[in-house]
């Protein structure tokens, strides 16, 4: 529970800091969210309107009729040539007069249109004084209906000025309505938006496009909620400024058309039937170039793509909640996986799996609905929680295996403590049952052996038999539980799962014994004493786990499973044995061990009788002893006392063999084969 808290405690603030370096674009970050998402107008394969065309004023028209500006008669000429257009967007600024011949005739060019939008642009300096009638017709073009909502709704902070640059007084009245085409860019300097509107003394005009849409589609535009405008069916959404995010085309879609051709007839006036056309500037130092995220394109082309926008359903639309519900799914992700996952790898894969995946998602849905989603900002609240959340499980695991390190260095095997280490959450410190088994030895006659020979010598003489029976038990995978005065107690399957741990738990106790008769030998010929144990194993279900005070607690097993381990070591004196099994560790056994049967017993305690075995070596000895031990044992089954005292009386003169002489003794007393009810420990 402490971890936990202790990840929240560092996420929070990851998530608190990343949402708002989102809400309030904080740079760099917003210049880099910027690019990163730029790859939508790369995916996407949208065909822009038909219904759109650009006449450029460009490089072969320039070098034909000279540099810019040119004489309003020749101007007026091209004009002319359109005026099968539906509507005609003029993306260039009159505001000077030549003279009043001039200035008629391209007056009556642009008069002569169906319908055409002059533009203009706001500026924060200029030295053009605009007069109360040019004024006067500019008002004509704002937008009365729109304006008129600002107390309906919370306006947007529409972009303005105090001085604008526009047409003369003959032009402005000659067209049919006046549009800005003022807008901003980015905080890279792109331009990815277009502006729906703008004021100028403090009266609200449309942009050259949105006058151009409402001349074409005869509807005008109005407010249906505060971040949503509606063009006859058409709903736009605007963001804080009145802008609108431009969806753009591949620029070799763009259908430009040279003013050059259009005067000198190569395109007819038919093919500009009911059209929109946009007629500006391209030639370098007269036009302007917008950069944008498909490159840099002439000004116009923005007023030309978000008319396509509008006239083919490629509307951009910002669900930014969305991105906030992101970025908080992307800060709990990694915490998530550290609490399922304890390979750092397998977590690294799904972060980046899963990222991937949303990533796939968010641009297929701008590709197929147009909806642009910021995948960057979550990409820095998954690192940056990836980065808090590894750093932490880095030091909860270092501390974590330093613990287990210093718990179970004595007790395990160095592999299993590297497992253990590696994985600890397969170790449930607060206790689980499992099925185990179990192993109690114990010295015989040790306290004869004590009293032999001094303190000192006994403990040099017990520290030298501890050391190989401890490596018997971690040599297969066991885990040495404590040793209890001369008696050694083990586990295995526990801290760390063994596979066929009643098998490792044999192995291991027949390791015990061939190392005490190496050793055995070394203290017979230093003219010590040997030592004899016993050996008891037993495989149940027990409670295994940290068991004890607050202020001292082992990793240790409870239950009756152990109790039984316990009491089946203590019986291997009964019948002169070295190691003695249960039914239940038999019953698990998955390689060929040798090993016969000695009797069904209840112990102190128990009710249900329980048969024990005698796990014997794999030597030709202990295969014949076997042998001719379970043809006496099958005899006195059938209650055959004369034939089976003779044959245990053949195996205790031939082997010297202990169940046989206790067998014996049964017979002896008239005692049948049953349950032998043990009244002692």
Not at 38 to 66: M, R, T, Y
């Amino acid at each position: 529970m402490k971890d936990k808290l202790l990840y929240i405690a560092v996420l929070i603030p990851v998530l608190v800091i990343v949402l708002l370096l989102n809400i309030y674009k904080v740079e760099p970050f917003q210049s880099f969210s910027l690019r990163f998402n730029d790859i939508n107008f790369e995916l996407q394969k949208k065909e822009i309107s038909p219904e759109v065309v650009f006449v450029a004023i460009d490089e072969p028209s320039v070098n034909k009729f000279g540099r810019w500006p040119w004489k309003r008669e020749l101007i007026a000429n091209g004009i002319e040539k359109l005026n099968q257009a539906n509507v005609v967007l003029m993306d260039m600024i009159f505001s000077e007069p030549t003279s009043e011949k001039q200035d008629t005739i391209l007056a009556g060019s642009i008069a002569s249109l169906n319908s055409s939008v002059c533009g203009f642009f706001l500026r924060h300096k200029a030295t053009q004084e605009i007069q109360d009638d040019e004024l006067d017709i500019l008002s004509d073009s704002s937008l009365d209906l729109l304006q008129s909502q600002i107390a309906e709704f919370n306006n947007p902070s529409f972009i303005s000025a105090p001085h604008a640059e526009m047409n003369i007084y003959p032009i402005l009245e000659a067209c049919t309505l006046s549009g800005s085409f003022s807008t901003l860019s980015e905080s890279d300097h792109l331009l990815r938006s277009y502006p729906i509107a703008v004021y100028f003394q403090n009266i609200l005009y449309p942009s050259l496009g949105i006058q151009g849409l409402r001349l074409y589609k005869n509807k005008d535009i109005k407010r249906v909620e505060p971040s949503q405008v509606v063009l006859g069916k058409k709903l736009i959404h605007i963001n804080e400024k009145g802008f609108i995010r431009l969806n753009f085309y591949n620029p070799s879609q763009y259908k430009t058309i040279s003013f050059l051709d259009v005067v000198q007839g190569k395109v007819k006036p038919e093919f500009f039937k009911d059209k929109i056309v946009i007629l500006g500037i391209t030639e370098v130092g007269a036009g302007d170039i917008a950069s944008t995220p498909v490159g840099a394109i002439p000004g116009p082309l923005l007023h030309y793509t978000f008319i396509s926008n509008l006239l083919q359903g490629h509307l951009i639309v910002e669900p930014n909640i969305v991105v906030s519900y992101l970025i908080i799914f992307f800060v709990l992700l990694p915490f998530i996986l550290v609490l399922v996952f304890s390979k750092i790898l397998y977590r690294a894969i799904l972060n980046v799996f899963v990222y991937l995946l949303v990533y796939s998602i968010v641009r297929y849905l701008f590709v197929s609905e147009m909806l642009y989603i910021d995948m960057f900002f979550p990409l820095i609240s998954l690192l940056l929680s990836a980065v808090a959340v590894e750093a932490i499980a880095f030091n909860l695991q270092e501390k974590s295996g330093k613990f287990l390190k210093d718990t179970f260095s004595s007790y395990l095997s160095g592999d299993l403590l590297s497992q253990l280490i590696a994985n600890p959450d397969s170790l449930k410190l607060g206790g689980e049952k499992k099925e185990l088994t179990i192993l109690f030895s114990d010295i015989r006659g040790f306290t004869t052996l004590s009293e032999s020979m001094s303190p000192e010598k006994l403990i040099e003489i017990l520290n030298r038999y501890f050391t190989p029976m401890t490596q018997s038990v971690l040599d297969y995978g066991g885990m040495l539980d404590k040793y209890i005065g001369d008696a050694v107690m083990a586990f295995f399957n526990a801290p760390v799962d063994v596979k066929n741990h009643a098998d490792a738990a044999c192995y291991s106790a027949l390791s015990m014994i061939e190392k005490l008769d190496k050793l055995n030998e070394v203290f017979m010929g230093e003219g010590l004493h040997p030592i004899r144990i016993g050996i008891g194993l037993n495989t149940a279900e027990v409670i295994v786990g940290n068991i004890g005070s607050d202020a001292k607690k082992d990793y240790t097993v409870i239950g009756d499973g152990v109790n039984l381990a316990s009491r089946v070591e203590g019986l291997t004196k009964n019948y002169t044995v070295q190691i003695l099994i249960t039914e239940f560790t038999v019953a698990r056994l998955v390689d060929s061990f040798i090993y016969r049967e000695i009797e069904p017993v209840k112990v102190k305690g128990k009710e249900e009788a329980v048969v024990l075995y005698e796990l014997m070596p794999n030597t030709q000895k202990a295969k014949e002893i076997k042998k001719h031990y379970e043809e006496a044992l099958a005899v006195y089954k059938e209650n055959d006392f004369v034939q089976a005292k003779e044959l245990f009386t053949s195996m205790v003169n031939d082997y010297d063999d202990g169940p046989s002489e206790y067998m014996l003794e049964r017979i002896k007393n008239g005692t049948p084969w049953g349950v032998h009810k043990m009244t002692t420990k």
